[in-house]
Nanobody, 128 residues
Framework: QIQLTESGGGLVQAGDSLELSCAAS????????MAWFRQAPGMEREFVGN???????????TLADSVKGRFTISRHNARNTMYLQMSSLKPEDTAVYYC??????????????????WGQGTQVTVSS
């Protein structure tokens, strides 16, 4: 039903900032748990952070330790879009970044296999 499309990736220098967008079509994402994952060459897909609805317009966000203090997840429900604001980027952040939706939204999952819908990914490259 729902489709996700990431955008905003690119080539930046260490210390720079970048904002990724995940736009939904074919459905409304406000009730879904939405997550960002990333995958570097030769590495497993890694949890970056997610946003789970607690009730109404209140969400809880969880970020991986590797990005805490540097990355922020936000949701703009009127635009049906989730964002990942990244700052103080490091070469280690280089990866393809994916957004994903958990349609059941029961358990607050940080595991890729529990997510149902995925975008195509957007490349983020951070040079040193």
């Amino acid at each position: 039903q729902i489709q996700l499309t990431e955008s905003g990736g690119g080539l930046v220098q260490a210390g720079d900032s970048l904002e990724l967008s995940c736009a939904a079509s074919g459905g409304t994402l406000s009730r879904y748990t939405m997550a960002w994952f990333r995958q570097a060459p030769g590495m497993e897909r890694e949890f970056v952070g997610n946003s789970k609805r607690l009730g109404g317009d209140v969400y809880i966000t969880t970020l991986a330790d590797s990005v805490k203090g540097r990355f922020t997840i936000s949701r703009h429900n009127a635009r049906n879009t989730m964002y990942l604001q990244m700052s103080s980027l490091k070469p280690e952040d280089t990866a393809v970044y994916y957004c994903a939706a958990d349609l059941s939204a029961t358990v607050n999952s940080f595991t890729a296999k529990d997510y149902d819908i995925w975008g195509q990914g957007t490349q983020v490259t951070v040079s040193s």
